[in-house]
């Protein structure tokens, strides 16, 4: 006979969040239709950039307009069309209008260089690319002529405010209101509606494929927990291709009827305070190192904020003095820190108004509304128990459908219980809040963009001087982290590190050329054989005198 044996456990690392509201059972532009009807009169969105205001009536018809010269122009329900743009007005329309007749948007970072593009474009299938003609040095119309014969399925390109775009704006007469809305109501809540790429390990971007379900309550409830309402103004300076501004920011507004703040095509710290202050907004978004830089404006004592209650901080660790400073001196008394990944739509957890200011800055918050999360041993996959370091897991109606034909990097991310895993480290308190303590893999975060080195590592191994390379983050008080690569170089190579440098500009994008760059003859290796990163990157840390950076306190 068996004897059972009982020890002592502590509470198993497990939450589930709260469901005394219901999910948004509805399509997006089902969810649209019902503010329409509502908030009609009401300011829906404006673009400071392009001195644009439209209501919430008058949004809706520029939408319907566009969606009905869509269907015109022959696109399916589940066709894929490619926007490439910053921050404009436009982008919003094209959001709302594919979502109107079951397109799926593929979004696509301003930053990408034509070989990025591409494949964006490839592997998602798209039909169509509408882009801004131009972004900075870019010149988006020459960088899609130049790719074009590279992507079969690509029919068309449209780019904002010429005749060809003015005259689908202007489009769709011959497409009846009954026939849109046909379209419309025969859509389903679990569509996919969305492809977001995300940077890849193997070198390529994996297309995290979103459905209306998905980001539509994400985005609501994001705001929800926010207290957002009909009356409040939303700055939104993050970028539109991103969750943080399509779903936290846009769907975030118009689920709940309140306004859209665009304060320029790209991030400028004067924009967004300028955009606060005339528009007397109510609650700001960003990532660490935007606030960072607006706290650190020359003027900005000059400026009103006192309309400002509340906001999202995410994207990449925020130093804990920084959340302080946007609760006393930008007036966010009720501001929030939100964490997750474009794979969850993003957002599984996030903290609450009138959590305590340590909850709110030492640690990512609680599970989301009818969102599940755990905190796994990485090794065998069990629940660990709360203050034990493990991956965090989640699952709920947040996680994607899938990487877009993908299956074998899908069944990776997503185990056969449903369990996002999101490769992050985490460790979950006794009161069910959690805090980030660093990643399985090695990803890097600058400045609230996911850089992972093995895809910075497969380009510099196209140039016919590298050997071999080891890519690895250092910490960086303005970005978080800065990319660091480790070259060593074939024998008979000459290259330099500010010739490899100028290698990468022009061909990824900006923000994934490393800052430094040190050649070597050997990396440090285990015993096994395998390269210790960890060592690597403390060597760096000392060598570039970044202990100080090192030691920021970080929520």
Partial sequence: MHRLLWHPMGQLAHEH????????????????????????????????????????????????????????????VGDRVGLWAPNYAEWTLVQFATAEIGVILVNINPAYRTHELSYALNQSGCRWVIAAPEFRTSDYVAMVAEISHEVPSLERSVFFWSPEWNELVDGGEQVTDAELAARRDGLRPDDPIN??????????????????????????FTTELQGITHEDRLCIPVPFYHCFGMVMGNLGCTSHGATMVIPGDAFDPTAVLDAVQEERCTSLYGVPTMFIAELGHPDFDSYDLSSLRTGVMAG???????????????????????????????????????????????????????????????ETGETV???????????????????????????????????MHTGDLAVMADDGYCNIVGRIKDMVIRGGENIYPREIEEFLYSHPDVEDVQVIGVPDVKYGEELMAWVKLRPGGSVTPDELRDFCRGKIAHYKVPRYVKLVSEFPMTVTGKVRKVEMREASIDELGLGSAASTEMA
């Avoid at 977001?196 to 985005?219: E, M, V």
């Fill in 17 to 76: 969040g709260p469901v005394d509201v219901a999910l948004l059972d509805e399509t997006i532009p089902a969810n649209l239709q019902r503010t329409l009807a509502q908030h009609g009169d009401r300011e829906a969105l404006v673009s400071r950039h392009q001195d644009i205001r439209w209501t919430y009536d008058e949004f809706g018809t520029r939408v319907r307009r566009l969606a009905k010269a869509m269907m015109q122009a022959g696109l399916d």
């Fill in 195 to 220: 492809i977001q790429y995300t940077s890849g390990t193997t070198g390529f971007p994996k297309g995290a494929t979103l459905t209306h379900k998905n980001i539509l309550n994400n985005g609501y």
């Fill in 316 to 378: 990449s660790p925020c130093p804990v003095e920084v959340m302080k400073q946007c609760v006393d001196r930008m007036n966010m008394v009720d501001v929030t820190i939100c964490y997750g990944m474009t794979e969850t739509s993003p957002v599984s957890t996030q903290t609450l108004p009138d959590d305590s200011l340590h909850h709110r800055t030492a640690t990512v918050g609680k599970a989301h509304p009818h969102v599940e999360i755990r905190v796994a041993d990485p």
């Fill in 385 to 419: 128990e709360r203050g034990i370091t493990g991956e965090f897991c989640t699952r709920g109606y947040s996680v994607m459908t899938g990487y877009w034909n993908d299956a074998a990097k899908t069944t990776e991310a997503i185990d056969d219980d449903g369990w």
